[in-house]
């Protein structure tokens, strides 16, 4: 479907066809129309797919109209990292330019300049605020901030924010919006905890799933079997004859990811860690050191798995077996990017083979299976239990859905 198609006005179709869109994505195509219904919204939907424009655009589209008050914050969007809403406010600059819509971005890490330019922003008025939560949060606790006139509530990766424990920060958040609004959640995954936040303070929600889609192609995927205690000697055994270079390694926890790092540092890796318990200067730091090439592995949480731009990596690192197929997709997405070949390694303990079975289910081919190094000694045979059919559904690509929610 073209945007053209859309009931949106002449302004925000003069913007995409600046920026040179002209077909919708699934996820825009599909979720568009019911924000512009003035419905509350559960978009399900993997990184990738569009779904910044896909709320930005119809939200611009209706404050265009000019029936919501000057002077006043008139819609809230929740991005969990301060990466993701540096793009957010990018995209909103490009899809605004032929409209007088005002926007801040509100994220943590800065300096008191840039806390004052926030709260100018805030205090007089803009009509799109874009923010993570702990930082929101501080400003609304010096009592300036006034969010009793949003129109609009959107979450976006509302599943990362919870993984990152913001779910108390966003409860806190909803308490200064008026009930009368328009609440839009985007999620990748959707776990007990995001189906509890959306039944609290999403109203009679439209459901739009879009199936996961598949690694591509390109990216070479293999495994391990293994026993945990050997991990660290296949990391030896991959890196002794080539240096690594552009390297991720994914770890199931912020502790897993500190003992890997000092691992990794005692056999003289050239290593730096990435996980939330770092203050937002030294992640910023740490991913620049990495992009510039001083550091060549990075051993990270889910925290980068999304919305983070790095296109040469060369070799994604399963240290731990993903929670779902969903991660497994967005953590080996981050090789094989932009023209490059890329590789994708999972570790695969024996707790852990039942999980990694129903990835390959997903994926719908058994993953190729490296014999552990000799030297390492004998490695547990891959046989896992069958996983329970139908643990994991997903809904037909753009299936909508009406779903009853307890209001707000």
Do not use: W
């Not at 300096?111 to 805030?122: H, V």
């Not at 390109?218 to 296949?234: M, S």
């Not at 050191?289 to 060549?296: A, T």
């Amino acid at each position: 479907m073209k945007f053209s198609e859309l009931n949106l006005d002449e302004n925000v179709l003069q913007a995409i066809e600046a920026m040179n869109f002209s077909e919708c994505t699934p996820i825009q195509e599909h979720t568009i129309p019911v924000i512009l219904e003035g419905r509350d919204l559960i978009g399900v939907a993997q990184t990738g797919t569009g779904k910044t424009a896909a709320y930005l655009l119809p939200i611009l589209n209706q404050l265009n109209k000019g029936i919501y008050p000057e002077d006043a914050i008139n819609c809230i969007i929740m991005s969990p990292t301060r990466e993701l809403a540096q793009q957010i406010d990018q995209q909103m600059e490009g899809f605004s330019y032929f409209m007088p819509a005002s926007s801040v971005a509100v994220y943590g890490g800065n300096d008191g300049i840039r806390f004052e330019q926030e709260k100018r922003g805030l205090t007089l008025g803009a009509d799109v605020v874009i923010a993570t939560p702990g930082r929101l949060i501080s400003h609304l606790s010096l009592g300036y901030v006034d969010l009793s006139k949003v129109s609009f509530f959107i979450l976006d990766e509302a599943d990362r924010m919870l993984d990152m424990g913001f779910y108390d920060d966003i409860m806190q958040i909803v308490k200064f919006l008026p009930k009368e609004r328009q609440t839009i959640m985007f999620s990748a995954t959707m776990p007990t905890k995001i189906q509890q936040m959306a039944q609290a303070i999403l109203r009679d929600p439209v459901e739009v799933k879009l199936a996961v889609s598949k690694p591509a192609d390109k990216i070479i995927q293999t495994a391990y079997i293994c026993y945990e205690n050997q991990k660290l000697g296949i990391i030896q055994s991959l890196f002794r004859d080539q240096a690594p270079e552009r390297v991720i390694v994914f770890a199931s926890s912020k502790l897993k990811v500190k003992e890997v790092t000092q691992a990794f540092m005692r056999m003289k890796l050239n290593v730096g860690e990435m996980h939330s318990d770092l203050e937002q200067s030294q992640r910023d730091q740490i991913m620049r050191e990495f992009k510039s090439g001083r550091i060549h592995i990075l051993v990270a949480t889910d925290i980068v798995s999304r919305g983070i731009d790095i296109d040469d990596i060369r070799l994604v690192i399963n240290y731990d077996v993903p929670h779902d197929c969903e991660d497994y997709v967005h953590r080996i997405g981050r090789t094989a990017r932009a023209n490059h070949d890329g590789c994708a390694i999972t570790f695969v303990n024996e707790k852990d083979q039942t999980p990694f079975k129903s990835i390959e289910n997903f994926l719908g081919k058994s993953i190729y299976k490296i014999p552990v190094p000799d030297e390492l000694g004998e490695a547990p045979v891959y046989n896992p239990k069958v996983a329970s059919k139908g643990k994991r559904r997903y809904a037909p690509k753009g299936k909508r859905t009406g779903r009853k929610g307890t209001g707000k």
